[in-house]
């Protein structure tokens, strides 16, 4: 018996004007018959991660979000800075649908055996715009989830995993023999810490407040350095010394950490020389930015020698480089893990409508460890 | 008949103290007989590079230089500040002798036919401790240069000659089809333009003064941005959207510029991009930086989305990664080409003695460009 589906659906929608104005609000969009390979998601669980996030407050200074609009309908309208407009060039007076990822029930399916197969199932998908109450895409672009999970522990189940998953395996590509990760007490750090254990890699967790540090050594974390205590370059230092990690992956951006672990790097590798080069040690030290929790500037004091690089470093970038045959094999992986390894946690549900309200975007908007929230695009 | 040699030469070191205090002398060393693949140069011209600078100050400031000594073995002294005494810790209490290459005429060879083939010659070397009279090290090590070569001329027959043409090496290896070069107006930066013409590629030059960009536009440089004009970024971002460069070699290090490099390409590549990424082109973008002519802290905002590299390039890696047989090939054309490609221009030839003089360290110490000073050991 097919599942009843609406002929449209509520899509969130991010818009900044040309006049500097970031404008968020409820689009009612047509939903399509599905095309042989596609099928129709009922999105019921969507993760509101900071690279949802960067697409969805673009640069705009959310402290400026006002609400308007109807109940029904609620319009939040922010300031975009200045400064900030000319790198929203790109996007300028385009309505954007925001969303990398969720997870939902097929409610329709193409008539292909892929597609066919995929109906009532519950999958995780990855494709864009997945906050919206029906999402039309490729069958190829979902992950039939185990039996007895929910959306909701489903609805994570790519960005976080696959990034975690990617930093190791960067890690084994490019030569190196352990990890640092900053912002380590999120959900991403969280998941890397039980890879890490489970396949007995070394990992320097770097927070920012003591609590995070007892959040990853409760989850048996052993190298945890607190960037805000006073003796945090020595601990770092002597973390990097004992793991031998050259390759950090960070999700800050802004700031001096980046440098400073390079940096520490450096030291530690130092205590093993023997001979004095002007150019420093001849092993390479690797940072790669992969979020921008701080949008600021970053800042680095060039003391860790000519064997160095720092650079950006994007899930669907990596993706593309390791194939689809090695990318199938990590999906497996997170399929088979997805309540113990990749176990997602959130402070909270929101509806669309929620999501639109000031209140809860101080909240959300803050990006804080331990705050993020779930979208269920079908909520009420 | 064999040319007489001293039993001793004078060499100049580097020394800096644990407790803050550089001191550079003149250091009387036994000549060693040559091994068998071994040679003695009498050394008669060797480039003051920013590279050997680097070694031969330290981090001392070169403000506090004070005169000491007798005139016959005059003494430098100046303070290192304590904030960069940690990056000297692996120099500490360490006489070192400087100077990465240099040229003159082999007085004595050992036994092996090699050896005995460049008696006599005129050659180029590099090794390291070439700011001395006297200089035994490999013949592997020497490039016997063309008849009619003066040690002068083939003073620099190395490091910057190498550099240039590992740029352009670098460029094809990593798939990009353009260059840009800061400190453009430097010796490097002119033959980088001569090999660029030559080989019909498409050069940025980046200076910092108007007279220098008279002097590459002289030299028939296409491109030259001045990073002191006002419409500098316009400029930049012009020139490398009409050249298609995404690889930059930075001299300078510390500032914004390695940053305003980055961004202007992305935005020289947005400008043929048709639809919006949040994480920015997806073509890789990279700045090396192989030089410090500015000290100073590194600072960027990241506004050229996900796709970006920064990193340290040392020529040293950089041979030994290409392996013997493409550095052969690099050498050969620089033996064929010293005279015109690979020319250097100098503003002094100094001896050691007045190369420790306070007033002489106060001009080739500020690294300027067309500033640049050959020293001569064997001089009086």
Partial sequence: MPIEIPRTALQ????????????????????????????IVRVEAAPMNPSDLGLLFGAADMKTAKAGGTPERPVITATVPDAAMKAMAGRLDQSMPVGNEGAGVVVA??????????????????????YTQYRCLPAAQCMPLPEGTTPAEGASAFVNPLTALGMVETMKREGHKALVHTAAASNLGQMLNRICLADGIELVNIVRRKEQADILRAIG????????????MEDLTEALAVTGATLAFDAIGGGKLAGQILNAMEAALLRKSTEYSRYGTTTHKQVYIYGGL?????????????????????????????????????????????????ASHYTREVSMREALKPEEIAVYGRQATGEKYLLNPNRA
Avoid: N, Y
Wanted: include cysteine; charged fraction near 20%; hydrophobic fraction near 45%.
């Fill in 221 to 232: 974390a052993k190298h945890v350095c607190d960037a805000s205590a006073p003796a945090f």
């Fill in 12 to 39: 969130l929608r991010s818009l900044i004007k040309r006049s500097g104005e970031l404008e968020l609000s409820l689009f009612e969009e047509a939903i399509p018959p599905p095309k042989p390979d596609e099928v």
């Fill in 294 to 342: 701080d949008r600021g500037p970053t800042e680095f004091t060039r003391g860790f020698g000519m064997s160095w690089g720092m650079g950006g470093w994007l899930l669907f970038s990596f993706l593309q480089k390791i194939g689809p045959e090695q990318a199938a094999k990590l999906k497996a992986r997170v399929a088979a893990e997805l309540k113990t390894t990749f």
């Fill in 109 to 130: 399916a193409g008539a292909s055996p892929t597609a066919q197969a995929q109906l009532g199932k519950t999958v995780a998908a990855i494709g864009g715009a997945m």
